[in-house]
């Protein structure tokens, strides 16, 4: 069963950078696609980004674009979210996500396509 463990998450200003890690175990890392989900308060928890098996043609919500970047580590079981140019309005509890993939390239926003969740991590973004 795969187990996931966010870290990275903290206080930053606006305009300010931080770096998610998502670490996985517990299954073969290779098998999975993963997402990065937040969730704001009082609001409903939304897809940011996703990475495929093979970390090829990752995909964002247009909120994010240009701004986050995700990537893979196959040899270290880890997926990273670079977040920059943070606003207010990124401030959310981040989690990530896997889903067992039918493909090296598939990559979902669909909540219900994934089995496993993190524990989440909380971002703050505040003057």
């Known amino acids: 069963q795969l187990q996931l463990v966010e870290s990275g998450g903290g206080l930053v200003q606006p305009g300010g950078s931080l770096r998610l890690s998502c670490a996985a175990s517990?299954?073969?890392?290779?098998?999975?696609?993963i997402a990065w989900f937040r969730q704001a308060p009082g609001k409903e928890r939304e897809a940011v980004s996703c990475?495929?098996?093979?970390?090829?043609?990752?995909n964002y919500a247009d909120s994010v674009k240009g701004r986050f970047t995700i990537s893979r580590d196959n040899t270290k079981n880890t997926v990273y979210l670079q977040m920059s140019s943070l606003k207010p309005e990124d401030a959310a509890i981040y989690y990530c996500?896997?889903?067992?993939?039918?493909?090296?390239?598939?990559?979902?926003?669909?909540?219900?396509?994934?089995?496993?969740w993190g524990q989440g991590t909380q971002v703050t973004v505040s003057s």
């Open positions: 996500a896997g889903a067992r993939a039918s493909g090296r390239t598939y990559c979902t926003f669909l909540r219900g396509d994934f089995d496993y």
């Open positions: 990475v495929s098996v093979s970390g090829h043609g990752p």
């Open positions: 517990g299954a073969p890392f290779v098998y999975y696609a």
